[in-house]
């Protein structure tokens, strides 16, 4: 089969398309041709060093795709040869074929699309994390997503309409803006503009009670002065160090919560992945394909996941 192999950790090229030998499923693991494969940011980290988990060289990236169901290992009795599933958590999807765990295959929606199942894994896990689990958001709040039209902030925006939450988006172009609109948030602001978050807490009449922020290095010290009292910021991601002033905190007893998603306990992950079929399954929950790349152009996939200037998800299709 063929998939993508880093021999060096560096520059996006150092990944290169190979023949590598089929893979056969162990004990508890399922074999999948994978139909489509999602590009994470962090996968861009890992593969270039940076990244505090490094995997032994050489291996193939991926942690997310969908795909058909080829082969079962001894042990696993709950799945057919043929079945739809989607792949979240495993490792090595940027191939023609995967092996994963049972624990990270679950049933692709019938309604969804392998490109659509390929942009679950870990940027809906992510979102519910940050919605659902440490923002602790509540039918009737204000949730702001910081940076909403990515895979994780188009997730966001979705959960929170879902819920019942006035959701607040932000995007840096019209297209961006106009994709935030159709997926049901109560306003969309131009995170271009210095004075977005105050109109944020205008727009909330006295603060934002929930704020999902995609980019903490930028936006953090600006978050924290438009939070309600009681008000929550979830860190989803960040490329450096901020500045803040705690007694933006301090008067209204906010605080900052974090999400990294392998610290999910496997309990946690299967009541997440439960909530997210049933969003699926009755369309509240819809997964955005942004740009397809083939598979040997995932050095291009990389970069365009490294310029952000996307919206949803980037998939790779073998």
């Known amino acids: 089969m063929r998939a993508i192999v880093v021999r060096q950790f560096g520059e996006p090229d150092v990944m290169k398309l190979e023949e590598v030998p089929d893979p056969r499923p162990g004990p508890g693991e399922v074999l999948v ?13 890992i593969r270039s060093g940076s990244y505090a988990r490094k995997p032994p060289l050489p291996y193939t990236p991926g942690g997310d795709g969908a795909g058909e169901v080829l082969a079962l290992g001894d042990g696993v009795s709950d799945l057919r040869v043929g079945d739809r599933v989607y792949l979240a958590g495993a490792s090595g999807t940027y191939a023609e074929q995967c092996v994963a765990a049972r624990s990270s295959v679950y049933p692709l929606p019938a309604r969804l699309s392998f490109e659509q199942g390929a ?12 919605v659902h689990v440490k923002g602790a958001t509540q039918p009737g709040e204000w949730l702001l997503v910081h940076g909403a039209t990515g895979a994780v ?7 929170g309409v879902a819920l019942g939450a006035r959701v607040i988006g932000t995007a840096g172009s019209d297209e961006g803006r106009k994709l935030v609109e ?11 503009d210095v004075e977005h978050m105050a109109l944020a807490a205008e727009l909330a009449a006295g603060g934002v009670d929930v704020i999902v922020e995609l980019l903490a290095n930028v936006n953090l010290g600006r978050d924290l002065p438009a939070l309600a009292p009681g008000g929550r910021v979830v860190v989803v991601g960040s490329r450096g160090t901020v500045e803040i002033n705690p007694r933006d905190l301090m008067g209204k007893e906010g605080r900052i919560e974090a999400v990294m998603l392998f610290n999910a306990t496997p309990a946690e992950t ?11 399954a009755n369309g509240t929950l819809d997964p955005i394909v ?3 790349f083939p598979l040997a152009e995932a050095p291009a996939a990389h970069r365009a996941v490294i310029e952000g200037k996307h919206t949803g998800r980037i998939v790779l299709v073998p």
């Open 290 to 292: 942004g740009q397809r």
């Open 182 to 192: 159709r997926l049901g948030a109560a306003h969309v602001l131009d995170h271009r």
């Open 153 to 159: 902030g188009t997730a966001a925006v979705q959960l």
């Open 270 to 280: 299967r009541r997440c992945h439960a909530a997210l079929a049933a969003g699926f």
């Open 119 to 130: 942009c679950v894994g870990t940027p809906y896990a992510t979102a519910y994390r940050a």
């Open 33 to 45: 041709r994978v139909r489509a494969a999602g590009v994470n940011p962090v996968e861009t980290y």
